[in-house]
C-alpha cells in the first residue's frame, strides 16, 4: 500500500474561483467521525466507531442497509467545505454536512473505484457523493442559498464506499491506497 500524498497547498475552485487552503501541517488522515441514528437527526461526534464489512458504521442510520451501493460510508473533504463556508462568512460546523468521515488532505476523488485503508479497515470508494438540497439547506447562508451551495459543490461534496473489512477507526488514522 501507498500512502496518500497532497499537495502541501490545496486548491478548491468554487463557482469559477480558485481558493488555495493553507494548512500550517498537512495530515492525511481522518479528521471527525459522525453518525446520525435516523434520517434528519443530530450528527453525533465520535473519537472512534466501530465499522462491519458490508454493513458501514454501527449505530448509523445506514449500517446495514443496502438499497445502493456505496451507502455503508460516506467521506467529505474537510478543505472543500471549509473553503466554501470561510468565503461567505458561515459557520465551520463540518458535521452539517450530514457525512460520517472528515478527511484532511485526501483527494476523494481519486478514491472512486479504488479500495483503500483507512487505519486498518479497507474500503472500496464507489461513486461521488453529489450534494443534494438537504445538505445544500444545511450549508446556506444569507448570502449563500441552498441551490447555490449545491451548485458550487458538485464534484466536491464527498465519497461514497463500501467496507470491505471490519475493525475499529479512530480519529486520526491515515489513509493508504493500493
Do not use: W
Amino acid at each position: 500500500m501507498a500512502s496518500i500524498l497532497p499537495a502541501r497547498r490545496l486548491p478548491y475552485s468554487l463557482g469559477g474561483r480558485q481558493r488555495r487552503v493553507q494548512t500550517s501541517e498537512v495530515s492525511v488522515s481522518v479528521e471527525r467521525i459522525y453518525t446520525r441514528k435516523r434520517p434528519g437527526g443530530p450528527q453525533t461526534s465520535h473519537e472512534r466507531v466501530q465499522i462491519v464489512a458490508g454493513a458501514g458504521i454501527e449505530g448509523d442510520r445506514h449500517f446495514d442497509q443496502h438499497d445502493e451501493p456505496g451507502q455503508n460510508v460516506t467521506f467529505v473533504e474537510a478543505e472543500a467545505i471549509e473553503a466554501l463556508l470561510a468565503e461567505y462568512d458561515a459557520p465551520r460546523d463540518l458535521s452539517t454536512t450530514g457525512r460520517n468521515i472528515v478527511t484532511r488532505g485526501v483527494r476523494l476523488n481519486e478514491l472512486v473505484g479504488r479500495e483503500f485503508l483507512v487505519g486498518s479497515v479497507r474500503f472500496h470508494g464507489v461513486d461521488l457523493c453529489e450534494p443534494c438540497m438537504l445538505l445544500g439547506k444545511a450549508l446556506a447562508s444569507p448570502a449563500l442559498p441552498a441551490d447555490a451551495v449545491v451548485k458550487r459543490l458538485v464534484h466536491r461534496a464527498g465519497l461514497r464506499a463500501d467496507a470491505l473489512s471490519s475493525g475499529e477507526l479512530v480519529v486520526g488514522a491515515k489513509f493508504e491506497t493500493a
